[in-house]
């Protein structure tokens, strides 16, 4: 589901190892800039910077990491959901942010870092995923405002990432955006159905709308002034629309649908602003942003947790599958001998 626009240091600030050290020639860096000046693809065959590989290396697990992480609020809402038709609909986009991570673990695999060294950096906590997954998901609206708004805020960061320079990432998302926009209308529609309900259902859509709005707007991260790596990351191709703009744009697209569906973005400051064609908004709260980001959120620990529990009662499920497959190889061997 969701990247974070800007690049947050894991907490022991050592990105995947390349498979080898990579001689520096004036010449493969003159190709390797001008096939991102030309728009073209890096694959990753071919040579590319250190710092450009890191970048990506932590980028691409971050995110795949919060897709993985992702899964945990809403799924705690599977065997609660109030229909059959509201189950089925729950556990495929649960299943697909699962297949987001793998498609991104994968991606992350082909600049030389496994999936074990990933795995390990996200249970043992060094790694970051995405602030937004450690708040709670409190209500069934809940539920549908993550889809309407986080999946929404998704969508805007990630659409640009369909052109990143790095090839592997930019095909994966273009798979994950098509599934994204689903998450984005499910979400939409089930709370369209919760605002024709009773007095009381929509009270509790107004609610998880207001616990929700200002978080997502930190998920395009810190302003285009307190971003400097940003800069880097527009001149490599990874990242094309600045945070600042990104922002812009969700509110621009968020506020007529709030209006459709009869809620109040819970932003006094929010009013369209002629001159520059666009929505003011009020400030963002940087402190609880940061503090999130760094552990002290309300269900950091307990994301980690269940996450780590998961990852041990799986252990038997691995084993097997790696016994099976040897087993398959020995007799393939024998039998080609
Ligand atoms: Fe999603
Ligand atoms: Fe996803």
């Avoid at 065959?45 to 990506?56: E, F, G, N, Q, S």
């Avoid at 960061?157 to 320079?165: E, F, G, K, V």
């Avoid at 798979?175 to 979400?187: D, I, M, N, W, Y």
């Avoid at 506020?255 to 001159?275: C, R, S, Y």
Wanted: hydrophobic share 40%; charged share 25%; glycine share 8%.
């Amino acid at each position: 589901m969701y990247t974070q626009s800007f690049n947050v240091p894991d907490a022991d600030a050592k990105p995947g190892t390349p498979l080898k050290a990579v001689p520096h020639d004036a010449a493969l860096q003159a190709h390797f800039d001008a096939v991102v000046d030309a728009d073209g693809k890096i694959e990753p065959r071919d040579w590319m910077p250190d710092a450009y590989r890191k970048t990506l290396v932590r980028q691409i697990s971050q995110h795949a990491h919060s897709e993985i992480v992702g899964m945990l609020p809403e799924g705690n809402w599977i065997s609660r959901a109030p229909s059959l038709k509201r189950k089925a609909i729950l556990v495929a986009k649960v299943q697909d942010e699962g297949g987001h991570g793998l498609y991104l673990y994968s991606a992350a695999e082909t600049l030389g870092t496994s999936r074990d060294q990933m795995f390990e950096a996200l249970h043992s906590g060094k790694a970051k995923y995405s602030s937004i997954f450690n708040y709670p998901t409190l209500t069934w609206a809940d539920v549908g405002v993550v889809g309407w708004l986080v999946d929404g805020a998704a969508i805007m960061n990630q659409i640009p990432l369909c052109r990143c320079s790095f090839g592997p990432y930019a095909r994966a998302m273009i798979r994950v955006c098509k599934e994204e926009s689903f998450h984005q209308r499910q979400g939409y529609e089930a709370l369209l159905t919760m605002m024709q309900g009773t007095e009381e259902q929509k009270a509790m859509v107004q609610d998880a709308v207001n616990r929700w709005w200002w978080k997502c707007l930190a998920m395009f991260g810190p302003p285009d002034a307190d971003s400097p790596n940003s800069v880097q990351g527009m001149r490599w191709g990874i990242k094309r629309i600045s945070n600042d703009d990104l922002r812009q744009k969700f509110v621009d697209a968020t506020v007529p649908q709030a209006e459709v569906l009869g809620v109040t973005l819970p932003d006094p400051d929010l009013k369209w602003n002629e001159a520059r064609g666009h929505h003011d908004h009020g400030q963002i709260d940087w402190d609880e942003f940061w503090a999130v980001v760094n552990g002290d959120g309300p269900c950091n620990k307990e994301r980690l947790a269940t996450r780590v529990k998961a990852w041990n009662d799986g252990a038997w499920v691995r084993d097997a599958a790696l016994a099976h497959a040897a087993r398959q190889q020995a007799r393939a061997m024998k039998e080609a001998a």
